[in-house]
């Protein structure tokens, strides 16, 4: 199989022909035999047509039809070493309920009304990347989602919704204009396999378990049998967040399947997964599998992939689940294959630099890992690690503090993180990372415990918690690099404690609109710091040169001080004086000469909104408040 004779870049799956022929394609050098099934339902056991497929050179099993086949279900039964399984299509774009059987879809007659104008909104100075999951955004009934579409693709279809329906308090969509995040990052929707498609609607689970990585998951949509209705949901789910002014993020795990038991296994087995040198199953992902990303049929299969989300469904950017379990020229593809059909840097890659264990790889294949991070293709970025767990504690250790929680000794992580890990060190020393492009700044994700839930570890008293959590988003919302957050980051989100809520209840893992609302003071700190990001180039600049705005005046005694170079922007403020206060006693030192205005502090983010000269101080004494962030800026002589 690893044959170059067998590499073959034609077309899979099921093909609508113009001339009005269906031709059914599937790769496997290894079959003896393979047939086409096809079915009218996908529930119904009866099949109304069996056909043979014919061999090709390249190890394709080909058969055609000569009509239309639209909507019609199919599977494959394949022949392989004497055994013979009966699989769905690896290369399926649409499926019935529950992955097991593909159907044949016309694509065109999938877009909703107006999706040929369909555009994503223009980029402005930075892009702050709000991560969501789709059942999660709109189960709360306080959220006010029609009922029919609460946990549904279609809830991002409403742009007005509001507390309880009652017309007051934005909820969903519309309380991500007021937040400010310009994209929104879907947890996994394509296909996976933990929630039963059918079965009861408050069934939850992240979805990092894929079966079908073309096809939308079915439980999102209104009718997961007809596979034309995910498909349509999706694409109105992606047209109107981009008319409401978002981009669109696909997080995809292509490292690893929801079982063995699956088309990409069945149709080629061992093909697609790696095998360790002793003949076990590779398994880095920590979830029963490695696919083999270097194997050139394997590779194709996720590039491929990748460009028919961005061009089928409008996808703006991905975000890659373990993306240390691929390797560097799978990603460089990646990035160059969507740089060419798209623009370059049009579409956003970033991904998580690591695995949850050794993986086999083969033939010298080097990981996509935080330790290869030039090798990557310039346009893609990192999750960085070492700033969320400087900031906060190890994910690791639930008892691990952070600068903002205690721990001593932290302000030259804290420092380097301010640069996003790029450029030189003071001292000449290579950071990890060539410039701010590369790295995601961010506290916390889905993943382990929410920020909150981490704090209440940590920290016993509540109004301490609560200025360590506006600290922690005033140290990332001023330091260099990409900006995420976790969904309700904002507003103290919790899961009960929970540090891995992957498949608890949705009522732990929902959206609490009312604790949105309740805890809406924090959120508009958040707010009031992404509104004010947006208008400071000293830490949206990702070019090489930005860490070389960043200079730094203390990193010691808990304070991390720094003067930036903030020329460039809109703002009317050419420099900014930062001070980072960890300690539990307020700290006073003089400022520069110069005048100064307060742009934000612990509690108001929003001071840089003030007028006139009581909000401006010249050559002053300044305080910092315990746990506590001030940023300044210089006022124009
Ligand atoms: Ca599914």
Redesign the pocket.
Known sequence: MNDPAYHYDGPLGAELTEDGRTVFRLWSPVARWVKVLLYRSDTTDEIFRICPMARTEEGVWECEFPTLLVNVYYQFEVNVDGETYVTGDPQAKACGA??ARSMVVDLSTTDPEGWDRDKAPARGTEDIIYEVHVKEFSWDSAGGFPEEWRGKYMAFTCPNTSLNGEGRVPTGVAYLKWLGVTHIQLMPVF???S?N?TGRQEAFNWGYDP?NYNVP???YATDPHDGNVRIRELKSAVMALHKAGFRVIMDVVYNHSFSLDGPLQWTVPWYFYRVTEDGGISNGSACGNDTASERYMCGRFILESVLYWAEEYHMDGFRFDLMGLHDVGLMNRIRLSLNEWFGPGEKLIYGEPWRAGDTAFENQAISADKGHVLDLAPGIGIFCDDTRDALKGSVFEAADTGYVNGKPGMEQEIARGVRAWSGAAEGGSRLYADNPDRIITYVTAHDNHTLWDKLKVTTKERSLRVRQNRLAAAICLTSQGRPFMLSGEEFLRTKNGIDNAYRSPIAINRLDWQRAYAERDMADYYRGLIALRKRLPAFYDKSDAAPGRIHLVETDRGIVCFLADNRGGEGPWPELLVIYNANDHPVSDTIPEGRWQVLADGTDSWRWKGQGTERRMECATLTVAPVSAMVLGRVPE
Do not use: I, L, Q, T
């Open positions: 529950n992955s296909d996976y396999g929630v498609e079966v998951e079915g439980s």
